[in-house]
């Protein structure tokens, strides 16, 4: 997941640096976000260099990439940790005050997981003001993970030392699991899955390997986090008994392409996992064709239509578009040609040169690559787990 680690002017920012380790470690993608007086507690080159992303730290630098990045940050982060957090962010923030990068960023963001872990002296935790303010944020829906008692900077020991980075990590992922257990609720969600058959005539069709187990994962886990989907599937044996998963069966792409491009006006998202024909016969005997004799047989084909670059056509500025590429060489340069090509907003590469990946197994492992130029990928792992990676990378943003 992307998530956003805030850090304040208090003594505890030395911690920061290693709860963002600890974050890039478990997988998520760190960007950071540090106040003027925070950074004399720790340098901008040590949080850029932990987390492998530049720092936020001046609404108005111009070498923001976007004019309003408090935004932007908003839109990209799926949840946000601030450690420490000093008596004067909680009172900022429980009083609507954005007067910096990290206040104004945490306005925009309270509609989004936010935890916070407060770090000062004992006198200031149990100030009635300070405890106002954390009833305040509280009620407003923040977590905290509670400061613990110990030996404070000032020498003195009491309640208000931050707690430590690997406490705070697991609340984080405790708090993402609570948020992720329904958080597609509302949202209808297209999915294409397995393959294609091409008929040559009553007995005989072209098609491929693909056995449609990525896309019931897909779906499965969709529906598992409350989204309605909506399954178009080629043949496969697969089934699936998922509640919220309404099934259709297609056999061939014109079907899947009527299929996918009358429910895609309704949906959120549409994430295009079916391995399609390019091609079909030009003309479909409704017989058994005989041989030729020693002559051979000339099949004439003809090019299917694009179900996703259609859908990129179709899209709405508010809907998100997630295609597959199944490539041999030049992988990377051949899907974000692709991206861009048919106007999605997330890519998710196979290789066949990888082993356990691909047609027929359980076991995958991919590229996920945003528009925006991200880059995500995931070790093998097992199909629903996958599932899981792609739909927490591309749909968060979209259904937040």
């Not at 720790?42 to 530049?54: C, P």
Request: charged share 20%; glycine share 8%; aromatic share 4%.
């Amino acid at each position: 997941m992307n998530v956003i680690v805030g850090i304040t002017g208090g003594i505890a920012a030395y911690k920061s640096p290693m709860l963002v380790r600890l974050l890039v470690k478990a997988g998520h993608t760190v960007r950071c976000v540090a106040t003027e007086h925070a950074l004399e507690f720790v340098t901008r080159v040590t949080l850029e260099t932990v987390s492998g992303n530049s720092l936020y730290s001046d609404l108005f630098a111009p070498a923001n990439a976007h004019s309003t990045e408090h935004i932007s940050l908003k839109d990209w982060g799926d949840a946000m940790v601030v450690a420490p957090a000093t008596a004067n962010i909680i009172g900022k923030m429980a009083s609507g005050i954005g007067d910096d990068a990290l206040s104004t960023l945490l306005l925009s963001f309270s509609r989004k997981p936010l935890l916070m872990a407060p770090a000062m002296n004992t006198q200031m935790w149990e100030c009635p003001a300070v405890q106002r303010n954390v009833a305040t944020l509280k009620a407003d829906g923040v977590r905290f993970v509670e400061p613990a008692a110990g030996e404070l900077a000032c020498g003195s020991t009491g309640t208000g030392r931050m707690a430590e980075p690997e406490e705070i990590a697991q609340a984080l992922e405790n708090m993402l699991a609570a948020a992720q257990g329904q958080w597609l609720a509302g949202c209808r969600v297209l999915v294409t899955a397995g393959p294609t058959y091409e008929r040559i005539d009553s007995v005989r069709f072209i098609g491929n390997y693909s056995s449609g187990k990525m896309g019931f994962a897909l779906a499965e886990a969709l529906a598992s986090h409350g989204a309605e989907v909506e399954l178009v599937t080629g043949p496969t044996a697969l089934k699936t008994n998922a509640r919220g998963v309404h099934r259709i069966d297609v056999e061939s792409a014109r079907e899947m392409y009527a299929a996918a491009t009358e429910r895609f006006p309704s949906c959120t998202a549409a994430i295009l996992s079916a391995a399609v024909a390019d091609y079909r016969p030009e003309h479909t005997a409704d017989h058994k064709l005989k041989k030729q004799g020693d002559e051979g047989m000339t099949l004439t084909l003809v090019q299917n239509p694009d179900i996703l670059a259609t859908l990129g056509q179709m899209k709405q500025q508010e809907q998100t578009l997630v295609g597959f590429a199944l490539e041999t060489d030049n992988e990377a340069a051949n899907a974000r040609r692709k991206l861009e090509r048919k106007n999605l907003d997330y890519i998710v590469l196979n290789s066949l040169r990888d082993a356990g990946a691909g047609f027929g197994v359980d076991t995958n492992r991919v590229t996920i690559m945003s528009r925006e130029g991200n880059t995500y990928s995931t070790p093998l792992l097992s199909k629903r787990e996958v599932a899981e990676e792609i739909v927490r990378h591309c749909l968060a943003p979209s259904c937040s």
